[in-house]
């Protein structure tokens, strides 16, 4: 990576349907607060489980509205995410803005769209092909 690049955007590219507006938002947060990360509000009812004697039982409700289903782009400060994959030491990360939060830095949220899917099983294809009837 060039020593003059200030911010880096990653995007996953199982998310074909990412638009300008999404982009321009991420990286104007991402200016003021070093680190940004698209997200749309959750529709369905979240339940945290428990397992026990090999079933799985609902253990608690989430609250909708203090989650986020995170998209890409995720966009950083580079010396930022450049940090935190130096300093990262177990597991895998989720995405790239889980590194930034295990540094206790602020990652700001900003508007992402239900378009804008992954596409990752069969089932996604579905969905894509009503995108693009849709969207041309």
């Not at 289903?69 to 950083?76: A, C, D, S």
């Not at 790239?96 to 769209?113: M, Y």
């Amino acid at each position: 990576m060039d020593r003059d690049t200030d911010f880096v955007l990653i995007h996953d590219g199982a998310r074909p349907f990412v638009d300008k507006e999404i982009i321009d938002s991420s990286i104007k947060k991402a200016f003021r607060y070093k680190a940004s990360v698209a997200a749309v509000s959750v529709k369905p009812t979240i339940k945290k489980i428990k397992f026990m004697n090999c079933e799985v039982f609902a253990r608690e409700t989430l609250k909708r509205d203090s989650l986020r289903e995170i998209q890409t782009p995720q966009v950083f400060k580079r010396e930022l995410i450049e940090n935190a994959y130096k300093n990262f030491k177990f597991g895998f990360p989720t995405d790239d803005a889980s590194l930034i939060e295990k540094t206790k830095n602020k990652v700001a949220i900003c508007p992402g769209s239900y378009f804008n899917i992954k596409i990752t099983t069969p089932e996604d294809l579905v969905f894509a092909e009503a995108i693009l009837k849709t969207k041309g």
